[in-house]
């Protein structure tokens, strides 16, 4: 009886993990969304890093998610992770350091903004030398403002509800 019970139960997780795959394929294809990126603003960017360590302590202190973690097995992008619609990321500085220009840390925010990670947590919780880099204001549509600290590989997000999230 516990064997059948065993294979029973197997039997059923299975199928839900099965159903929550096709689920979330389904959703990923679903036609009609057209993903549209916010425009990347750099125009008003400076090289000045002294207030990125400071902001970064504050997100990691402050307001956390609430717990809510990332499924197994699942991925995210930032976009969806603002928890609102954002309009603009500004730019507002980079690290002199890295010698990026404008440009360079535009694209580093375009390519984490678009990326699937698979990892996030309400604090910083991994042991690997990190430099955040590049501090970005998020503009909401409704007036709201966030923000994104990156170094291009780890993020720090703080999203609609002014969460904050680790990400990599």
């Known amino acids: 009886m516990t064997r059948t019970r065993c294979a029973t139960t197997s039997i059923v997780i299975g199928a839900i993990l099965a159903a929550a795959i096709i689920v979330n394929l389904i959703v990923a294809q679903e036609p009609g969304k057209k993903k549209t990126s916010p425009a990347v603003d ?7 890093r002294g207030g990125i360590p400071g902001k970064l302590r ?75 880099a590049v501090e970005a204001v998020l503009d909401f ?12 590989t780890h993020v720090g997000l703080q999203d609609h509800e002014g969460n904050h999230w680790f990400l990599r």
């Open 141 to 152: 549509e409704d007036g709201k403002q966030g923000l994104m600290i990156t170094d291009g």
């Open 42 to 48: 750099a125009s008003g960017m400076t090289t000045d």
């Open 58 to 132: 504050a997100m990691d202190d402050g307001k956390h998610c609430g717990g809510r973690t990332l499924p197994m097995g699942q991925s995210i992008t930032l976009e969806e992770l603002a928890g609102g619609k954002v309009k603009t990321i500004r730019l507002v500085s980079a690290e002199e350091l890295r010698g990026w220009t404008p440009k360079e840390a535009r694209e580093v925010v375009e390519k984490v903004w678009s990326k699937q990670f698979g990892w996030m947590a309400c604090q910083i919780q991994w042991d690997e030398g990190f430099g955040f």
